[in-house]
């Protein structure tokens, strides 16, 4: 398996760091998950528009990559030297601030940022998927800026090792009584008849699996019969909703049966998360078989 490192094609397992990269002294870095299917990248260009969003956010240098517009191509080429050409795949992406002396303050001008980007092939959990996933509720501790997707995850690793250990998919991450997001999905529920989701504030990230799903949603609003809100829920809400699912780049839709241990709606897995993630992987994969 390859790797793409500033500006090469290395052999994964020899491709290194310096011990100085403020990716590795402070998690001085964003990054980027992007579905492949068939050796064909998903959504690319929402998720380069969020990932030069954060580079800006943080002040981190634009790499030359993103001028020439190269990403793209360095992702395809990897999918196809890596032999993932068929099937889900998913390409890793993450710039850190470069390499530098460790202060807490920005390297001087000019330090290169370091490029990273690897494919690997994904097993899309669709036996969870079949059966319903159980989550747990914990407190998000995170920062005021969890619309940045940046490798700073320590809340999100915690919470994903308290749903690991409780036997559960996910953690679904709770501020205050409000639901924000899962350690790495969207989380959206039926409530009540109408569709919901925490708003794209600083509170969550903004998912580009979650952009897309509601996107189909508002299209096909009168089908699924569900008006779609972008309004928060509190965690007694959610208990009530009939039907919770999650969204990301590798679950696509995920339906929740359980939330700490009590049955969601009827225990299985509802009909507007099947319609939406059928609409999904249509899109997904450019068939409309797949929606039927
Ligand atoms: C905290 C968080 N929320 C939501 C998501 C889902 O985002 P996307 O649909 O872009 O994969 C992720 C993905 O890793 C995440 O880490």
Not at 106 to 113: L, N, Q
Not at 176 to 188: I, R
Request: hydrophobic content about 40%; charged content about 25%.
């Amino acid at each position: 398996m390859l790797a793409y490192l500033n500006g090469e094609y290395l052999d994964r397992a020899r491709a290194a760091v310096s011990v100085e990269d403020r990716g590795f002294l402070f998690g001085d870095g964003v990054y980027e998950v992007t579905r492949a299917h068939d050796g064909r990248l998903f959504e690319a260009e929402r998720h380069l528009r969020r990932l030069e969003r954060g580079l800006a956010a943080l002040q981190i240098a634009r790499p030359r990559e993103l001028e020439s517009g190269s990403l793209i191509e360095i992702s395809e080429r990897l999918l196809r030297d890596d032999g993932l050409t068929s099937g889900d795949a998913t390409v890793y992406l993450q710039i850190t601030r470069g390499v530098a002396p460790r202060t807490h303050h920005f390297p001087p001008a000019g330090t290169s940022p370091t490029v990273y980007l690897s494919a690997s092939s994904l097993a899309v959990p669709d036996d969870t998927r079949a059966r319903g996933a159980a989550v747990i509720l914990t407190t998000d501790l995170r920062w005021e800026r969890c619309d940045l997707k940046t490798i700073n995850l320590l809340p999100n690793i915690v919470g994903k090792q308290q749903a690991v250990a409780a036997g559960a998919f996910e953690a679904v991450f709770v501020r205050g009584d409000v639901v924000t997001e899962g350690a790495s999905t969207n989380v959206f529920a039926v409530l009540d008849g109408e569709l919901r989701t925490h708003p794209a504030t600083h509170r969550i990230l903004p998912g580009i699996t979650r952009d897309v799903v509601l996107e189909i949603a508002r299209e096909s609003e009168r089908e699924l019969g569900v008006p779609v809100r972008e309004v928060s829920l509190t965690s007694v809400e959610l208990r009530r909703a009939s039907e919770v699912f999650l969204t990301s780049t590798t679950n696509d839709v995920m339906p929740v049966t359980c939330i700490d241990g009590a049955v969601v709606g009827n225990g299985t897995p509802g009909p507007i998360a099947r319609r939406l993630h059928a609409a999904l992987v249509a899109r997904m994969t450019g068939t409309a078989a797949a929606a039927r």
